[in-house]
């Protein structure tokens, strides 16, 4: 076998019949070629490691047909992770408790929206969000961005946003504290990458109440009256 990772219904056509595929690959498996993931699913593997050629993220592309890495495993995928996790994040359509395969375990959560998700070809396919899409998500889901440390470390290293992208994954949102978070926090590390016009639209759309992002209540807080949010103290360059 060539690809990285598969399904029986990729190579079916290469048998004679479904049971001589099925003998195949079962002399695949014991010869430690083929390592099965799941019923219907089947990795190459690498004689030299004895571990599969698909890295987490073809992985977590493969476990189902609309599932795409997302989240901080995203992050992670783009470089910008500052840990990596035994964790891998996954959308998908259906429900699906967490699966474990080569030490890591995938988890699984329903898109909130549709749009932004890239298809690249590595050893295999992978399907990611795109970064201003991950950037949206992370803002919404804080704590599965690795917290707001880790996700404030994260939008430091990047260099380039389309913000119209970042408009278009707001509007699907539709929810004024996803708004607020997005504006505040890019405003604080990234103004530089992102026009006024979209800080507007940001300021365009918040809720009159104050709302707070910090993890831990017992720790010292400031309050950004510009924005309404509550935020700690700690936050890099902000002011009073």
Request: proline content about 2%; charged content about 25%; aromatic content about 12%.
């Amino acid at each position: 076998m060539s690809q990285a990772i598969f399904r029986t219904e990729d190579i079916i056509g290469n048998f004679s019949g479904k049971r001589s595929m099925q003998l195949r690959l079962k002399n695949l498996i014991d010869d430690g070629r083929v390592a099965k993931i799941k019923n219907g699913l089947y990795a190459t593997v690498n004689p030299l490691t004895g571990d599969i050629f698909a890295n987490r993220f073809e992985m977590a592309s493969a476990l189902f047909e609309n599932a795409c890495v997302a989240y901080h495993s995203a992050l992670e995928f783009y470089g910008l992770g500052n840990q990596v996790y035994s964790e891998v994040y996954v959308f998908t359509d259906n429900r699906n408790i967490p699966f474990e395969y080569g030490g890591l375990e995938y988890k699984f959560f329903l898109p909130k929206i549709k749009e932004g998700v890239s298809h690249l070809e590595h050893n295999a396919s992978i399907a990611v969000t795109n970064l201003e899409r991950t950037i949206i998500d992370c803002f919404d889901r804080i704590d599965l961005a690795g917290g707001l440390e880790e996700l404030v470390t994260a939008i430091s290293g990047i260099t380039y946003l389309n913000e119209e992208l970042l408009a278009d994954y707001l509007k699907e949102y539709g929810k004024k504290f996803l708004y607020k978070k997005a504006g505040f926090l890019l405003s604080l590390l990234k103004s530089e990458l992102l026009s006024q016009k979209f800080f507007d639209l940001c300021k365009s759309n918040l809720s009159a109440k104050i709302d707070d992002i910090s993890e831990n209540k017992m720790l010292p807080r400031r309050t950004n009256r510009e924005w309404e949010i509550i935020y700690p103290a700690t936050l890099v360059n902000t002011e009073n």
